[in-house]
């Protein structure tokens, strides 16, 4: 796979690159070794009855795990306690997770227990492949990368989809680097408040 653009957001490949730049160069190298052509599958194309080869996301992803799983990377799970009441839940939030379910219970609630994952995480570094439905960039950007940061689990969070001409060769509905740089764009430097690295790949 070729990295074909990246976008930092709030200064997120500058931190990689001054603070752990052999960490960011591990990832660029992990990524490179992807071979797309052992990715691909021979289906058929209802529209024309001829067969095609398509790049299959289920393959790829279980290629990155693979290649990332070499380097000691990681899936990581962060968990915390949620109540009915919105204020409530408000101000749990800013507690450690451990006493979160105890403060929920002497207020007279139910705790809830939750959690938010990512893919590959190292180093107070947290990736997310993202090759499913489109909705699921939103769902990493705006809410699972704001809870690692928040929990001062994460320094960055670096968000690997396809481009453009990756997402052609894949099965319809996955979501492209292109339109996704315009919905961070869109919402203004600030938003959201975590420093992000995006990586549009393509073969």
Avoid at 14 to 29: G, I, S, Y
Avoid at 77 to 98: G, I, N, Y
Avoid at 104 to 110: F, Q, R, V
Wanted: charged residues 25%; neutral net charge; glycine residues 4%.
């Amino acid at each position: 796979m070729r990295i074909v653009e990246t976008y930092s957001h709030l200064g997120g490949e500058e931190f990689l690159l001054v603070r752990c730049p052999a960490l960011l160069q591990e990832v660029k190298d992990t990524i490179e070794s992807v071979d797309v052509t052992d990715c691909a599958k021979s289906v058929l194309d209802s529209d024309v009855q001829l067969r095609r080869k398509s790049v299959s996301p289920a393959v790829i992803k279980d290629e990155f795990t693979k290649q990332f799983g070499e380097s000691s990377w990681r899936k990581r799970s962060s968990r915390f306690w949620v109540a009915r009441d919105a204020e409530l839940t408000r101000t749990v939030a800013r507690m450690p997770v451990e006493i979160q379910p105890r403060a929920i219970k002497l207020h007279g609630s139910e705790p809830i227990s939750a959690s938010l994952a990512v893919d590959f995480f190292k180093d107070r570094i947290a990736i997310q492949l993202q090759l499913g439905h489109p909705s699921k960039i939103a769902h990493d950007i705006f809410v699972t990368y704001m809870n690692f940061y928040v929990s001062d689990l994460m320094d960055v969070g670096i968000e690997i989809m396809p481009t453009k001409e990756l997402a052609a060769q894949m099965s319809s509905g996955v979501p492209y680097y292109e339109r996704d740089l315009l919905n961070i764009i869109r919402q203004g430097r600030g938003v959201p408040a975590v420093p992000l690295v995006l990586m549009g790949i393509a073969p």
